[in-house]
C-alpha cells in the first residue's frame, strides 16, 4: 500500500476570537514515528483532535490512505492515546481490554485474539488478572496505549505517551512503538521531552501559533535554524575536515577564536530558536 497514511492540508480552525489552526499542513509515512512538537496552546491538541473526528474545521482536508475524510466519517484505521489514562482501576488488564475492545467493535474470537496480543505486546501478560489499581504508573501507561490498538489501526496518535513514567518503561513503551513501526504502522506522537523526539523520531514538526513552522528530520532542522539571539550559526557535516576552514574564514572576518563556541546542533536549539522563549501558559 503506497498511499500516504495521513495527510492533512491548510487546517484551520477557531474559537471565537482564537484561531487554534492556521492553515497547518504536515503528512505522515508507513512505519514512521513522527513527532509533533510545540509550545503550550500551539495547536497540537486541536491537530490531534480533528484528526480524530473530534472537532470539525473551518477549512481545510485530512486525509487518510488517500480518502478525504468528513467530520462525521468513521476512522477505523485511526487509533487514539490520550495523555489522561482511560482506565478502570477495579477492572483486571484483560477486563479493561475486553470492555474497551468491544466499544471499538471487536468481537468474539477477534476480540479474544486481540486482547491476548495487547497483553502480550505491552508486557503485561503476567499481570492480567490482577486489578489496574495496584499497577505502576508505567504498567498503566503500557494498558493505555494497548487499548487504542486494539481494533488494529494503520495510524496512531499518542499525546505524551510517557509522561510521568521512570526511565525502564519509557523504553519499553518505545520498545513497543518500534514494533508498530516494523509491521508498517504510522505512529504521530506529541511530547514536549525534546530530547527523547531528537533521538527517536524519524522526523519532527514543529507548530507554534496554529501553523507549521518546520518540518523535517533533525539535520533539516538545523539547517533553517540560521540566527538566534545575535549570534550566527554555521552548520558543518564534517566537523574534523570544515572547523579549521570555518575558523579561518571567520577570522578573516574580524571575529576573534575565543569568541567561538563550538557546540553540537540540538532539536532544543531549533525548538527555542522558532517558537522563542516567552512562556506557554
Known amino acids: 500500500m503506497d498511499t500516504t497514511p495521513l495527510e492533512v492540508t491548510g487546517a484551520r480552525k477557531r474559537f471565537g476570537s482564537t484561531e487554534a489552526l492556521a492553515g497547518a499542513s504536515f503528512a505522515v509515512r508507513r512505519g514512521e514515528l513522527l513527532g509533533l512538537l510545540g509550545p503550550n496552546g500551539a495547536g497540537k491538541t486541536t491537530l490531534i483532535r480533528a484528526i480524530a473526528g473530534r472537532v470539525a474545521l473551518d477549512e481545510g482536508t485530512i486525509s487518510v490512505f488517500g480518502r478525504t475524510l468528513a467530520q462525521q466519517d468513521p476512522r477505523p484505521d485511526i487509533g487514539v492515546v490520550p495523555q489522561e489514562l482511560a482506565v478502570y482501576p477495579l477492572l483486571?488488564?484483560?477486563?479493561?481490554?475486553?470492555?474497551?475492545?468491544?466499544?471499538?467493535?471487536?468481537?468474539?474470537?477477534?476480540?479474544?485474539?486481540?486482547?491476548?496480543?495487547?497483553?502480550e505486546w505491552s508486557d503485561l501478560k503476567d499481570r492480567a488478572t490482577e486489578p489496574v489499581k495496584r499497577f505502576s504508573g508505567g504498567m498503566k501507561r503500557r494498558l493505555n496505549i494497548a487499548i487504542g490498538l486494539l481494533h488494529s489501526p494503520q495510524i496512531v496518535l499518542l499525546d505524551e505517551p510517557t509522561v510521568g513514567v521512570d526511565p525502564q518503561s519509557r523504553e519499553r513503551i518505545y520498545e513497543m512503538l518500534a514494533s508498530l513501526q516494523q509491521s508498517g504502522v504510522a505512529v504521530v506522537l506529541t511530547t514536549h521531552h525534546l530530547e527523547e523526539a531528537e533521538k527517536r523520531c524519524e522526523r519532527i514538526v514543529i507548530i507554534d501559533h496554529g501553523a507549521i513552522v518546520a518540518s523535517g528530520t533533525l539535520n533539516e532542522l538545523l539547517a533553517v535554524s540560521r540566527q538566534a539571539m545575535g549570534a550566527v550559526r554555521l552548520v558543518v557535516k564534517a566537523p574534523a575536515d570544515d572547523v579549521e576552514r570555518q575558523l579561518a574564514a571567520l577570522a578573516s572576518a574580524g571575529v576573534p577564536r575565543e569568541s567561538v563556541e563550538i557546540q553540537r546542533g540540538s532539536l532544543q536549539d531549533v525548538f527555542i530558536g522558532l517558537t522563542g522563549r516567552d512562556l506557554r501558559e
Open 92 to 119: 483486571t488488564a484483560r477486563e479493561n481490554l475486553e470492555v474497551f475492545g468491544a466499544l471499538y467493535g471487536v468481537k468474539g474470537s477477534a476480540l479474544r485474539e486481540r486482547v491476548d496480543w495487547a497483553l
